[in-house]
């Protein structure tokens, strides 16, 4: 049973550069949810996908934005990168709670960005 | 708004020592998820335990157990007997139950260092 799988491992870009990251839920799930956890803090939601629309957004700007496809994986985009946007990018799958569950989320190894 | 506090930044204990980390939730919904997570070096967060707002009853699971009191917002985690291998940062994440998603808000995190 595949876990959540996230590309790249790694990933260093340049000021004012575009960067696209990518996530593959866990089998069975259809709810995909982007965290963002810089150095030495705890992470910090971004904002989360079901049936590939934006459900839930966090406090982050309009340069962050996502795509989920009808495999439900997940692209999580940034625009005009800015040094503070270095940090590990996570990508965490659930079921949706409308199958009367709570389920938990799980994440992903995740993406080191590095912003140069 | 949801809140998470984990006062201790970091414990360190020699191995074979019980080590308890805090955990202090804020939030205005009645029914409500408290978790953890584990992140070792590696990066990945690993789900350990979710507890629902309406069961207070503690939770033991080999070496690890939990204290769930509502009445102090505390949901705080217990390892008995460390080992090497639990060194890690542990994380407490509190969510809602509303339809509009299961989004994750963390505390900053606890790192433990156990020594041999």
């Known amino acids: 049973d595949a876990g959540v799988t996230q590309s790249p491992t790694h990933l260093i870009k340049t000021r004012g550069q575009q960067v696209t990251l990518r996530c593959s839920p866990k089998?069975?799930?259809?709810?995909v949810s982007w965290y963002q956890q810089a150095l030495g803090q705890g992470p910090q939601f971004i904002f989360q996908?079901?049936?590939?629309?934006?459900?839930q957004r966090g406090n982050f700007p309009d340069r962050f934005s996502g795509h989920q496809f009808p495999n439900y994986s997940s692209e999580l985009n940034v625009n005009a990168l800015l040094l503070g946007d270095s940090a590990l990018y996570l990508c965490?799958?659930?079921?949706?709670?409308?199958?009367?569950?709570?389920?938990?989320?799980?994440f992903g190894p995740g993406t080191r960005l590095t912003v140069t | 708004a949801q809140k998470v506090t984990q006062a201790q930044t970091e414990i360190s204990v020699v191995e074979k020592e019980d080590v308890t980390l805090d955990c202090v939730y804020e939030?205005?919904?009645?029914?409500?998820?408290l978790f953890w997570y584990k992140q070792p070096p590696s990066g990945e967060l690993v789900f350990l335990i979710r507890?629902?707002?309406?069961?207070?009853q503690n939770e033991i699971s080999g070496r690890y157990s939990w204290n769930f009191q509502k009445s102090t917002s505390s949901f705080n985690f217990t390892i008995t007997a460390s080992q090497v291998v639990d060194s890690a940062v542990y994380f407490c994440?509190?969510?809602?139950?509303?339809?509009?998603?299961?989004?994750?808000?963390f505390g900053g995190g606890t790192r433990v260092l156990v020594k041999p």
């Open positions: 089998s069975g799930h259809d709810t």
């Open positions: 996908y079901y049936e590939e629309e934006e459900r």
């Open positions: 994440a509190l969510s809602e139950a509303g339809a509009a998603g299961n989004k994750l808000t």
């Open positions: 939030t205005r919904d009645t029914t409500y998820y």
């Open positions: 965490a799958s659930s079921l949706d709670l409308r199958t009367g569950y709570f389920h938990e989320q799980y």
């Open positions: 507890r629902n707002s309406f069961d207070e």
